[in-house]
């Protein structure tokens, strides 16, 4: 018989063994034509034969023999799998046939490419029962599965319970414990002889369950007792491209139709069923290099495993380009399968040049606007290259422009050059996932599955999404965004969000800025504005600018209309330079927040700095940040890792209030940026206006909403954060705050809040409070002036931004530059506002300290209430109470430590503010006129009658001279001295320049205060009464004779006629000259001065008291043992004066 004549009966042999009914058929398997097209085309001109069963024994042993080379080759054809063989070894199969069965799993193990990257494998086998032979992650290589299934598995013959074993599979077999991987796709190979004879009811059901699971079924019956229905329910559906369900005659033919079978299985594994047109962009520059070329091409047919292709499904094309730019095949060509596409891919030739990404990117574009493209198609770019472009800022801007067409960009950088920020700034957003980088020449193959779960885009990113309030799910590729219906915002539509704003992102791009950091910023400004009821018309608008040296405005507030293109958008080149963050605030002021460029009037104004933290001028930028929130424009402030202390207090104090709700500091930034990001979403889309409440948050103001909160503007006689606390608010205030190295830096930051707390209390504007800011070391700084800030908040953010001095401590200097160079109309003084000054500081003067005091008094004397605060210092330490205005006790506030000075801030505040009329109780006597004072009164007495109710009836004039004794053995004992001093002041009678006083202190020498001209009213002399001791040792002698010599004369303001009286305050052990002490003492009182002798302290020396005194004793001698003395010793004295 000719082979032509024998040729039908092989193909009826052929067809009927794979139970295929048509030469169409078996052609949808390739595998196995090709075994056709050798058997056919080569092997059977040879043979000489007789008769068709000849040719059928000859072909069946040609596709056994060959069988290895017909199958799959990981390279090609398989994608990942994880495959469990479900075998029968019921009794019908036979021991023999059992072990054929056993043989073709090796087969069809074998076909696949094991591993990580091919397929896992495991094995059932069932009878009665199903047993599990080994689970998917039990062995990792193919010699390790052969010998398990040869050592573990016997036939069983038993009943045929499929339905029970196909539970196994999903239940047990395809889970992670046992191997299962998440998104590997899972095949089920169900092989059987006959049809279920145990629980046959549930065996379709149990395939069914199956396919619910997610598992590809495929179904191989051995035979004729077949149940062709129950195979063909366990099995997928077949469809046109796909057959699930085989079947073969016998045993023996098992390993004819495994080629069919892995060619199924592998093409069912290939789940990128997504209609999309891809264009392949490669990088084929002189850098690249033949080799890596070719690994790309590799690569490429690698990641085309996993697309389906053809004209309903992924339409491909291929775009080459170095400095040139081809077109290796086009969308035109829409008809060609994956074999022909791989084939035209292994014939492109490598061109080498520079790399014009930006020209290549510019006519993918234009590629996908031509005819060949299909509307209603994803559109993808897949651009492969090895290195940076020849020109950055072209390349964002054509990737931009790309993808505002709709074209999705997947980057893939390959080697050890490439720029993987530009990458990432080519992708579609979010980049860190379509961006792939391969750092090893030899691993581009390694990421074909993952960039095929970009490329198919096949998963559900809505899947498990909750988008709330009536939102709506959309994915791109590897992300989703919920569409909000109106009036809510944030990534699921939590957030209820009626309000609009013009909302403007300002990135430090400047040097200081790391490239991935200023990336990073802009990551945070899309995840920014993904939440957002973006809205260019009745919501929120956005723009974006970027500074360095100078501004760049990079998105106005109406260049687009949609998010998805704002997002697109917002890609562009990092700038360098300075930090001139001050230009970048005016540039918004006067550029940005303009209805030319689409600000809305009416709506509120937010600006969201983020930077890495110090500018190139701080004062600069301080003073355009408070023009801008002057202008009422929020400032949210975001800080990228920002560690240095100054750098903080720089973003602080540019912050709108409160800080604690607009200031972020974000240290990692893939963690905390969406945290912070929807903060600043629910700050500005839950901003409750809080003045619209039924009550009034303000009690005795007016209420003024705020983005974030409210600030109230008090009614005159109050004050405080919500204008409840009694104060006339009305004053000039400036702090003087010690800076010098005692205090130390972490001390200064602590009194600085103290400031910020105190002022947070006060009703700071131009109408009420002013305050002003000096610091002190050995050098004295003016930080602020009175008039400079009209708000509390900012008069916070400035105290903030005050630097540590360090140095000695120039009390006095600072108190004269406060005095002469800010209370002045020039710098904000009022002229019938009171003046305080509020000195914090650790303890006393060492610069100039011989001038502090005298600072301290002739600024008493203009007027100004001097209040001291004092951390881990000695309360009664004599410089500070000498500082503070009467009442001491109301005007001196110390504390033992600095963390504890919170705790003064009411009582500092309560000294500034009279809330008592100390008039009302009419504490003046003898038709004395009271005057209410600052925590005092004041009784203004007749021309008879002194003291401080008027209650003494004096007429005397005399000259009078305080001689104090300072010499260490007084000690604390001086103290007393001076406030004896200042209560017989209190009791002499100064009326038409009846009484004059002068001091004078001694120990080692004698040291005049102050003369008998200097002062002529009580409250000057009382106020003058304050200085310090100069321990030593007692030389009474000199005091007396400087005394007599110096203040006894007219140059001094003595008078003729006018009583001459001296009260000298010691405790009568002189120690120098101690022998001429009681001759000068004669000598004084000779010459007409009346001496008053005052023992000080427990232990005196009367005799040297005595001799001293002008007699009699019992009017001109007293003792003063302790401070409880201090008032009936000086009513004593009074009476012997006013007598």
Same mark, same amino acid.
């Given at each position: 018989m000719a082979v032509k004549e024998q040729m039908p009966a092989v193909l009826t042999f052929l067809f009927s063994s794979l139970r295929l009914n048509n030469l169409d058929s078996m052609e949808s398997y390739p595998v196995f034509h090709l075994i056709m097209l050798l058997s056919l085309s080569v092997t059977v001109n040879s043979m000489s034969l007789s008769s068709p069963s000849e040719v059928e024994d000859s072909i069946s042993e040609i596709i056994s023999r060959n069988k290895r080379e017909t199958l799959p080759t990981e390279s090609e054809e398989c994608a990942q799998a994880d495959v469990v063989m479900v075998l029968d070894s019921s009794g019908s199969i036979k021991e023999e046939n059992w072990f054929k069965v056993l043989n073709f799993t090796k087969i069809i193990l074998d076909a696949f490419p094991y591993g990580d990257r091919g397929i896992r494998m495991g094995v059932i086998w069932y009878g009665n029962r199903a047993d599990i032979a080994f689970h998917l992650n039990d062995y990792n290589n193919t010699d390790a599965i052969k010998n398990a299934i040869d050592s573990k598995m016997r036939w069983k013959d038993e009943a045929t319970n499929t339905s029970g074993a196909i539970r196994v599979m999903y239940e047990s077999m395809f889970t992670y414990e046992h191997g299962d991987r998440y998104s590997i796709p899972n095949v089920g190979i169900i092989i059987t002889d006959g049809e279920s004879n145990r629980d046959q009811n549930l065996t379709i059901p149990e395939a069914d369950e199956a396919r619910k699971k997610g598992i590809y079924v495929f179904a191989l019956g051995i035979g004729d007792d077949i149940n062709q229905k129950e195979l063909e329910g366990i099995g997928n559906p077949d469809s046109e491209n796909m057959t699930y369900t085989f079947n073969v005659d016998s045993f023996e033919a098992l390993p004819m139709i495994s080629s069919m079978l892995v060619s199924a299985a592998c093409e069912a594994v290939v789940t990128c069923q997504g209609n999309t047109d891809i264009l392949f962009l490669i990088d084929s520059s002189g850098s690249v290099g033949s080799k890596l070329f070719q690994n790309i091409k590799d690569f490429t047919i690698d990641v085309l495993n996993y697309v389906n292709i053809g004209p309903d499904l992924s339409n491909i094309a291929f775009m080459t380009y170095s400095d040139k730019i081809k077109l290796e095949f086009s969308f035109e060509d829409g008809s060609l399968s994956r074999s022909s596409v791989r084939r035209k891919i292994r014939a492109i030739e490598y061109l080498p040049g520079t790399t014009d990404t930006a020209s290549a990117l510019l006519q993918a574009r234009k590629l996908f606007q031509e005819p060949s493209n299909r509307p209603g198609f994803r559109d993808v770019i897949v651009l492969i290259t090895d290195g940076a472009s020849n020109n950055y800022d072209r390349t964002i801007e054509e990737a931009r422009r790309t993808r505002l067409d709709r074209i999705d960009i997947l980057s893939v950088g390959i080697g050890n050059w490439m720029d993987e920020r530009e990458l990432m700034e080519i992708a579609t957003d979010p980049d860190e996932y379509n961006t792939y980088i391969v750092s090893k020449y030899a @691993?581009? @193959?390694?990421?074909?599955?993952n960039l095929r779960k970009s490329l198919c885009n096949d998963y559900d990113d809505c899947r498990g999404v909750n988008c709330e309030n009536g939102g709506t799910c959309f994915e791109g590729i590897n992300y989703f965004f919920c569409l909000c219906p109106d009036g809510f915002a944030g990534r699921y539509c939590q957030v209820e969000c009626n309000i609009p704003a013009d909302v403007i992102v300002s990135l430090d791009g400047s040097t200081s800025v790391s490239g991935p950091d200023f990336y990073d910023m802009m990551g945070f400004t899309k995840t920014l504005v993904e939440s957002l009821p973006f809205d260019a018309v009745n919501g929120i608008r956005f723009g974006v600018q970027s500074f360095a040296d100078e501004p760049r405005a990079d998105i106005y507030l109406d260049t687009y209309t949609t998010k998805r293109d704002l997002i697109s958008g917002i890609s562009f080149p990092k700038i360098s330079g300075g930090t001139n963050t001050a230009g970048a605030l005016k540039h918004l002021r006067e550029n940005m927040f303009n209805s030319a460029n689409g600000d809305r009037p009416g709506v509120k104004n937010v600006v969201v700095l983020v930077t890495d933290g110090r500018s190139n001028n701080r004062s600069a930028t301080w003073e355009q940040a408070v023009a801008l929130r002057n202008d009422d424009v929020t400032i949210v402030t975001v800080g990228f890792d920002i560690q240095n202390e100054y750098d903080l207090m720089e973003m602080q104090g540019m912050t709108s209030n409160p800080d604690s709700l607009n200031f972020f500091n974000i240290e990692n930034a893939t963690f905390d940026v969406r945290v912070v990001a929807d903060n600043i979403i629910n700050a500005i889309c839950t901003d409750v206006n809080e003045c619209a409440a039924d009550v009034n948050p303000c009690g005795n103001g007016r209420c003024i909403n705020k983005f974030n909160g409210f600030a109230c503007e008090c009614d005159p006689g109050y004050s405080g954060t919500l204008c409840t606390k009694d104060c006339d608010g009305q004053m000039d205030i400036v702090f003087m705050l010690d800076s010098s190295g005692s205090i130390r830096h972490s001390r200064f930051i602590i009194m600085k809040d103290f400031i910020k707390d105190i002022v947070s209390l006060l009703d700071v504007r131009s109408s009420a409070a002013r305050i002003g800011v000096v610091t002190y070391s050995d050098v004295v700084k003016v930080e602020f002036h009175l008039n400079d800030y009209q708000t509390a908040e900012d008069v916070e953010q400035a105290v903030g931004m005050i630097p540590y001095g360090a140095g000695g401590t120039d009390t006095a200097e600072a108190l004269r530059t406060i005095r002469e160079s800010m209370f002045t109309e020039a710098r904000g003084d009022r002229e019938d506002y009171p003046n305080f000054i509020v000195i914090v500081t650790d303890g006393i003067s060492t610069v100039n300290k011989e001038e502090t005091l005298p600072e301290a008094i002739i600024s008493r004397m203009a007027g100004i209430h001097i209040i001291v605060v004092s951390a881990e210092s000695d309360s009664n330490n004599l410089e500070l109470k000498g500082m503070a205005s009467p009442p001491v006790v109301s005007n001196i506030f110390t504390t033992d430590r600095y963390d504890?000075?919170?705790?003064?801030? %009411?009582?500092?505040?309560? !000294?500034?503010? &009279?809330d008592y009329n100390e008039c009302e109780s009419n504490p003046c006597q003898n038709g004395g006129d009271c005057m209410d004072q600052l925590k005092q009164f004041a009784c203004m007495c007749d021309d008879r009658h002194t003291g401080r109710f008027c209650e003494r009836e004096c007429t005397s004039s005399q000259d009078l001279v305080f001689v104090f004794d300072a010499s260490g053995s007084l000690n604390t004992d001086f103290e007393n001295s001076m406030e004896l001093a200042k209560e017989v002041s209190f009791g002499l009678n100064y009326y038409g320049d009846r009484t004059r006083v002068a001091a004078v202190v001694f120990s080692d020498v004698a040291e005049t205060k102050f003369i008998l001209s200097d002062y002529s009213e009580r409250k000057e002399v009382i106020n !003058?009464? !304050?200085?310090?001791a100069a321990p030593g040792r007692t030389h009474t002698a000199d005091a007396l004779d400087k005394t007599g010599n110096m203040i006894f004369s007219a140059a001094s303001? &003595?008078?003729?006629? /006018? &009583?001459?009286?001296? /009260?000298?305050?010691? &405790?009568?052990?002189?120690?120098?000259?101690k %022998?001429?002490? @009681? %001759?000068?003492a004669k000598a004084l009182r000779e010459?007409?001065?009346?001496? /008053?002798?005052?023992?000080?302290?427990?232990?005196v020396n009367e005799g040297e008291l005595s001799a001293t005194a002008t007699d009699p004793d019992s009017e001109n001698l007293f003792f003063m043992p302790n401070s409880t003395y201090i008032q009936p010793v000086a009513e004593q004295i009074l009476d012997a004066l006013c007598a």
């Open positions: @691993e581009p @193959e390694s990421l074909a599955l504890e000075l919170p705790g003064l801030v %009411d009582g500092v505040v309560a !000294a500034m503010c &009279d !003058a009464l !304050a200085f310090t303001g &003595d008078r003729n006629g /006018i &009583d001459n009286v001296m /009260i000298l305050m010691t &405790d009568g052990f002189s120690n120098i000259n %022998d001429v002490t @009681e %001759d000068r010459s007409g001065v009346r001496i /008053i002798s005052v023992g000080i302290g427990s232990r």
